[in-house]
């Protein structure tokens, strides 16, 4: 049984805020939505109020940045939010994206062209029951499209008011500076930890750049990963989960984390970690092990 301080305060806004192209400001942790979803990504969840609750509880909790897909489920996961939700309590920011195909469980097929992500937006749009889409990311480039076609239609959607800010996700630094030349990227979302450091790179572009960075798998893996994160953790008296949340806050003030669960009660954990500080030398020793991996 993990030990888990509780804080008496469970809020995201205890992690600070970050801005969003200067427009929108949001708590700095938020809620990956893809988790709601049934196995696989797919289809509707086991238990529906269950889902809904979570995602009723995350906004109590001041979370009001939610992280979802057309792709999650695929549909699923914004009829959830809008079921949950709607209309939305002032200051909840919904971030989907499109640009994937999902022809079964955990099947996922690129799809970036113009008349589908325009097809992909009037479908958000009417799920999301919303007129405009506050965060549309480009969910990753599709090796088949042009990756500037694929951004010039985000930007022209933009232009006609169906999204308000536009962002990318699965990108290099590449990417993101020839998207900025066609339309200001709000965001980045990328697989990211302190034990998963291929994009740290991006990280620091997004920081120097006033981006958001948005890890997505934030949970760090790894043996050397595991031991130091129950040391760690059995220090503050919190959960593993919660010591690689706090490492990606302190990571950079860019850093949005969008953990996801299908549980309120793995939600309040996550949530919690808004509250934890890690030391230098803490945050240190997190930051060493990848290369701690590679030597073993
Ligand atoms: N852009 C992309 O390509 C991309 C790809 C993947 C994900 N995402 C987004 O990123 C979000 C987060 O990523 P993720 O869901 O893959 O990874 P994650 O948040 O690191 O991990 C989720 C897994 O950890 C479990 N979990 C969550 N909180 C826990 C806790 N406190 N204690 C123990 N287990 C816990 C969840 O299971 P339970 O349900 O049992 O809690 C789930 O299996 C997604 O929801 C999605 O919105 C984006």
Redesign the pocket.
Known sequence: M?E?KMTSEISAKLAGQVSLGGELSVNRLG??????TGEG?WGPPKDRNKALAVLRRAVELDVNFI???DS?GPNV?EELIAEALFPYPKGVVIAT?GG?NRPGPNQWTHNATPAHLRKAVEGSLKRLRLDRIDVY?L??PDPVVNFDASVETLAELRRQGKIRLVAL??VTKEHIERARKIVPIVSV???Y?FADREWDFVVNFCDANGIAF??????GAGRVAGEVLDQIARAHQV????I?LAWLLRRSPFIL???????S??????VAAAAVRLTDQEYDRLAGVPELESVR
């Open positions: 993990m888990t809620f990956g939505a893809m988790r709601l990504v992280d979802t897909a999650y996961s994206k994937w990311q969910h990753t996700s699965n979302q990328n697989r930890s948005i890890p997505w798998f934030p949970l959960g593993p989960k919660q690689a984390p969008i953990p996801g669960t299908s549980s009660e793995h939600l309040e954990e996550n």
